[in-house]
């Protein structure tokens, strides 16, 4: 969720690995036949030679609704960069969902450099954590020093770093890593980063320390009380979600406490520093998905999981290609590859946009089943 004055329609063809844009297309007011396009052919390999096993991942866009603003430019992109520093056992995924006059260019900015940044520290696989957070500042402090205007501009972040067997997260924002975990025959979801957002006590702490009022836009409007500041959780009340405001003016209205650019809404409290989360993937780890919050707004990470996990993603420790699947308490198996999960989700999104016509669908998905599911790597 961007700013109050950023929030548009966003989506696109990718021609490559490195998100690109096109044209917006939506849905009229009544439903119609279905007009959103995602990429045609999206399944990846990246072989990962220390643990023995070969990486898929799929990448998937749908294009968002505006009903006031229908050809509004798309703002997110993505980036998947394999072999990081030649090393073959180290992958990176990253989504970046831009915000403002100018999110664009700022998303795109961030994609490109980020990446460099972090593939450029010679002390990347030492701590990755510490290389992650000289990254992000770095790239965020190029962005304020470039010819874009970030001043009320920018973009959220969030990016998985593969090492082997190793999940490296860093978040910036509201976009939203999650990971598939068997329990039993269930696929529970478990966040992989948390949303930076004022829903979160400790950051809407942080930002009004830093002179941030932080209100809705009813009550920075005055239709509500400005000192009720009880907003219930995040996904119960999206429509009119906290926002972060200048001490004397109605701006920028940011819905995130974190971001890269947006060198205004920095002057009260919000920062480029990640947040960075390790995991350690075991049998019971499914498959991860990076997605920007045009999916995690409208669909909780349990329901994301849930239309993937409905294709037949699981494990099976005799035959890789066989999987357990959960579907409504019951464990069917069947064989499947993560290009189903492709097809399951796509199929999943577009239903959905259809049955809910002004609600913006607007993200990069990136699926990736974890290497308990993957093949092993032929010698």
Known sequence: MGCVHGKCCRGYIPPSECGGTSSCRGLGPRRRQRKHKFTQSSLKFAPVPSHNYVLEYSFLTQQGYYPDSPDKENQDTFCIRTQIQGNPNVHFFGVYDGHGQCGSQCSNFVRDRL???????????????????????????????????????????????????????????????VLAVKDGNCIVAENLSNDQTPFR???????????????????????????????????????????????????????????????????????????????????????????????????SSQTVVNMAGTSGVGVDNINVSTATRARRGTSEVSTTTSSDVYCSVRSELSDQQCCQNVVSMRSPAIIVPSPSCQRPVEE
Not at 149 to 174: C, E, F, H, P, Q
Not at 262 to 285: F, K, Q, W, Y
């Open 115 to 177: 990446i460099e940044t972090l593939s450029n520290d010679p002390a990347l696989l030492e701590d990755p954590g510490k290389a992650y957070t000289s990254a992000f500042l770095a790239t965020n402090y190029q962005l304020h020093n470039s010819d874009i205007d970030d001043s009320m501009s920018g973009t959220t972040a969030i990016t998985v770093l593969v090492v082997g067997d190793t999940l490296y997260v860093a978040n910036v924002g509201d976009s939203r890593a």
């Open 201 to 299: 006590r400790d950051e809407y702490e942080r930002v009004k320390l830093c002179g941030a009022r932080v209100l809705s836009v009813d009550q920075v409007e005055g239709l509500k009380d400005p000192d009720v500041q009880t907003w219930g959780d995040e996904e119960s009340q999206g429509s009119d979600p906290p926002r972060l405001w200048v001490p004397n003016g109605m701006y920028p209205g940011t819905a995130f406490t974190r971001s890269l650019g947006d060198s205004l809404a920095e002057t009260i409290g919000v920062i480029a520093t990640p947040e960075v989360s390790v995991v350690r993937l075991t049998p019971n780890h499914l498959f991860f998905i990076v997605a920007s919050d045009g999916i995690f707004e409208f669909l």
